[in-house]
């Protein structure tokens, strides 16, 4: 699992790839702490190359999406398989993140 | 050295010391031969001088003797001559000679038969009493019948002056004499008596008195009788009498015969030295010195002797001092074989630790999902770094340490430690437990207080899962790409090996992911000292980890060595070096339908290689593989997450079921009792500012599977999980 953060045209761009399981999960928290100091700045998680998210990883995209709300900011997913928007789609994820 | 240079040697050594002893005994004993032949030829000078004085001495006091008796009776034979009528005017004058010569014992006048008339024999003697006076008588009768004595017809038939041979006179001196006789004559010139002078052999013997022990002096007459020696002439003479009677007679004859005619000159009889010289004047009497070469020679032998057996005290202590130094070299010569010996002998032990270790690269060649690398570089002849590492039950038993200490008594320790670790870990998985049994045996035995760092690593190769024991040594590090920092893996503070019995050894474990190399080392490595006595340091390590691009175990430690190498430059090697690197390559397929994990999040990859080998073992497809996944995940981390108290390392058993389409999954574990299935579904429905952040996990479980159980049996909580699929 490998998590890298970006900006790109004003926006934070957090790119994830790999699986972001309940053992990857510890170190990707750390890897998105960047992200709760947003700065004025919408958030783009990007998920094109992300395998796999359990319950753990889900829970971070929560962290850093109500710490964005918290600064009035946006948090846009992009490019999410089918398997992890089933997922989203099972947790109700769906209706809280805004999709590209 | 073989046995046979041996041998040459020691028979060189043996032989040169043998030569320079003959050489020093030669030496002495031509010094002592030749120092006895010159004092033998001085000393044969010295008596020949001696001789040649002796004999002129003796010979100018005989002759004085002879003159004065030859004189004083030539002067007293003319006053006879005119008295030949007269007895007491002969008596007159023999008593006036006996007074002015005390040389002449006594003397007579023996008148032939019929001078005087009436008694046929005549012969008036004057001679001396015992006490000195003179006394005077005619001595002439039947019983002295002078007329057959030799002194009385040699004297007629000489006629003239004559010397007789020593004989006894009975009648006149009644001693052992030696007469000078003349004869005398009346008016017509006709001899009508003799005139003897008796010289007492006594009163010549005085001469011979003052002589040396050495020689004896005799005097021989011109018959050959002896009519005078020294004292100690018999003493002496006995042996030049054996020599005599021993010898051939022609030696004596012609010494006697030589003497006789008036020769002078030498001889040696046997082992005495005779000289001898006439005596000057009428006699014929001839005089001899004689040397026994046993008293000569006596002094000169019994220093000779001394001097021999000085020197032979001297050669004896000479071979001493060499046997004692051929013994030193023996001895250096035992030394340095011992230590070739030695040598040989740590040869061989080396070769015999490098066998305990395994050196054959790759170890693994038909596994593909680990890659090794160990080196051992020790800095004597053996060392006490280990490294040893075996497949057991499909997981990879592994350690390295280091033995305080270095040599011999640490290449001892290291072999018990290897063989300690290889014994121990064959019926224990633990990593903690090996390392305590290890540390128990080695504290019991433990004698002379030496202790091991030693890391104790047991690979899951089917999850990846690194369970460790580390027990002082330097914390390993795990790279995780090429071009990366490494990272230290965590350790807990544990004692070295035998220090302690009974010490508890604590494990961590730790996930490896493909890819990753774990990469241990001692402590040779970091502490490796270049010629300013400057070590190569972690932070070098850790960028020379950092700048390799090529992270293979064998290339990884090929770096590392050249950096080492590069570093430390001409300084001599101080600590064994030793490093070992193991690369994660893949997960192993899971054959089996059970899993043991513990309560580690960082285990859950190893969930996901499992339930991707059954679901690939049964044809399931790839969603419903993915739902399962996901399902087992959060069923399996619920379980860690509350089961067990915070450090606490517990079980967790898996096991999957596959029948009729439906495959089943049953959770066991031995911690507190709890149900997640009793667990409310989170609200779904809240905006992201009022969704808790957890709860989600039991959610995604019951939408993902059929159905879901949960029973609290024998002290475990059970869970199932049954999923129909469809088959591919």
């Known amino acids: 699992m490998n998590t890298t953060i970006n900006e790109v045209n004003g926006e934070l761009v957090a790119v994830f790839s790999g699986r972001l399981d309940t053992a990857a999960a510890v170190q990707t928290e750390r890897d998105v702490q960047p992200l709760s100091n947003c700065d004025g700045k919408d958030i783009v998680l990007d998920c094109r190359a992300l395998e796999y998210i359990s319950s753990s990883g ?4 929560l962290s850093v999406l109500k710490a964005a709300k918290a600064k009035d900011r946006q948090v846009f997913i992009t490019g999410m398989n089918d398997d992890i928007r089933n997922v989203f789609a099972m947790t109700g994820f769906t209706n809280l993140f805004q999709f590209r | 050295m073989t046995r046979k240079v041996k041998n040459i040697w020691q028979g060189l050594q043996r032989r040169s010391s043998l030569a320079i002893l003959i050489t020093a005994a030669v030496l002495i004993e031509t010094t002592s031969v030749v120092q006895y ?3 033998y030829r001085g000393t044969k000078q010295v008596v020949e001088q001696y001789a040649m004085s002796e004999l002129k001495t003796k010979n100018m006091e005989i002759q004085r003797e002879v003159r004065s008796v030859e004189e004083a009776v030539s002067y007293v034979t003319y006053a006879l001559e005119r008295n030949l009528n007269n007895p007491e005017a002969i008596y007159t004058l023999e008593r006036a000679l006996l007074e002015r010569n005390h040389a002449i014992s006594g003397c007579a006048v023996a008148f032939k038969e019929g001078y005087i008339k009436g008694d046929r024999w005549n012969e008036l003697f004057v001679g001396r009493d015992e006490g000195g006076a003179l006394v005077q008588r005619q001595i002439g009768d039947e019983n002295h019948n002078y007329f057959e004595l030799d002194w009385y017809k040699e004297t007629i038939e000489a006629d003239c002056g004559h010397w007789t041979d020593p004989y006894i006179d009975n009648a006149g001196s009644k001693a052992e004499v030696c007469s000078y006789t003349m004869p005398l004559r009346d008016k017509d010139g006709d001899v009508v008596a003799v ?8 009163w010549l013997m005085e001469i011979f008195k003052t002589q040396s022990e050495a020689s004896s002096t005799f005097l021989l007459s011109s018959t050959g009788v002896i009519i005078a020696m020294t004292n100690n002439v018999f003493e002496n003479i006995e042996a030049v009498q054996d020599a005599v009677s021993n010898a051939n007679d022609s030696m004596i004859d012609k010494v006697t015969r030589a003497m006789l005619s008036g020769d002078t000159g030498r001889a040696k009889i046997n082992k005495s030295q005779v000289f001898y010289g006439p005596v000057e004047g009428g006699t014929g009497w001839s005089l001899a010195v004689v040397f026994a070469d046993d008293v000569v020679y ?6 000779s002797i001394n001097l021999a057996i000085f020197m032979l005290l001297g050669l004896g202590l000479l071979a001493f001092i060499m046997f004692r130094t051929v013994r030193g070299f023996r001895k250096l010569q035992v030394v340095n074989a011992e230590k070739e010996r030695i040598g040989n002998e740590l040869a061989i032990a080396s070769g015999i630790q490098k066998g305990m270790l395994p050196c054959t690269f790759p170890p693994y060649p038909d596994r593909d999902e680990i890659t090794m690398y160990g080196s051992l570089v020790p800095a004597k002849e053996v060392g006490g770094d280990l490294y040893d590492f075996y497949i057991r039950d499909e997981k990879l038993f592994f350690c390295i340490g280091d033995v305080s200490g270095k040599g011999v008594p640490a290449s001892l320790v290291m072999a018990v430690t290897r063989s300690l670790f290889r014994t121990v870990s064959t019926h224990i998985d633990k990593p903690e437990l090996i390392m305590k049994q290890i540390n128990d045996a080695m504290s019991e035995m433990n004698e002379s207080s ?9 690979l899951d190769l089917h999850s990846g899962i690194l369970s460790y024991s580390n027990a002082g040594h330097c914390p390993p590090y795990l790279v ?5 920092d490494p990272i230290p893996l965590e350790m807990d503070a544990n004692i070295p090996v035998g220090l302690m019995k009974d010490w508890s050894y604590t494990a961590q474990s730790t996930a490896i992911r493909p890819g990753n190399v774990v990469f241990l080392y001692t402590d040779g490595l970091t502490e490796a000292e270049n010629t300013s006595h400057e070590l190569y340091g972690e932070e070098r390590l850790r960028k020379c980890i950092a700048g390799c691009a090529d992270i293979t175990p064998h ?18 090697q101080s600590d064994d070096l030793t490093m070992l690197g193991v690369l994660f390559n893949k997960y192993l397929t899971i054959s089996g339908n059970t899993l043991h ?8 990859p190893h969930l996901a290689n499992f339930i991707d080998s059954v679901a690939e073992a049964n044809g399931i497809d790839p969603a419903t593989t993915m739902s399962l996944n996901l399902a087992m995940e959060e069923a399996v981390v619920n379980v860690i997450k509350y089961a067990y108290p915070d450090g606490v390392i517990g079980d967790i058993d898996v096991t999957a079921t596959v029948e009729d389409g439906t495959i089943t999954f049953t959770i066991e574990d031995s911690g507190v009792a709890f149900d997640p299935t009793a667990k409310a579904d989170p609200d779904l429905t809240l905006a992201a500012e009022d969704r808790p952040i957890g709860g989600l996990g039991i959610h995604l479980v019951r939408q993902l599977m059929d159905s879901i159980g949960y029973e609290r049996r024998s002290d475990k909580n059970i869970l199932t999980l049954t999923k129909k699929y469809n088959q591919q």
């Open chain 1, 58 to 61: 889900l829970r971070i995209f």
């Open chain 2, 597 to 604: 994990l513990n309560n580690n999040v960082q285990h859950v």
């Open chain 2, 195 to 202: 005139f003897c002078a008796d010289m007492s052999l006594d």
């Open chain 2, 480 to 484: 995780t790409a090429p071009n990366c």
């Open chain 2, 37 to 39: 032949l010159f004092a």
């Open chain 2, 555 to 572: 290339a990884l430690i090929a770096h590392i060595t050249d950096s080492v190498h590069a570093f430390v430059g001409d300084a001599e």
């Open chain 2, 298 to 303: 006596d002094r000169l032998n019994k220093l």
């Open chain 2, 450 to 458: 030496m202790f091991v760092t030693l890391f104790i690593g047991m």
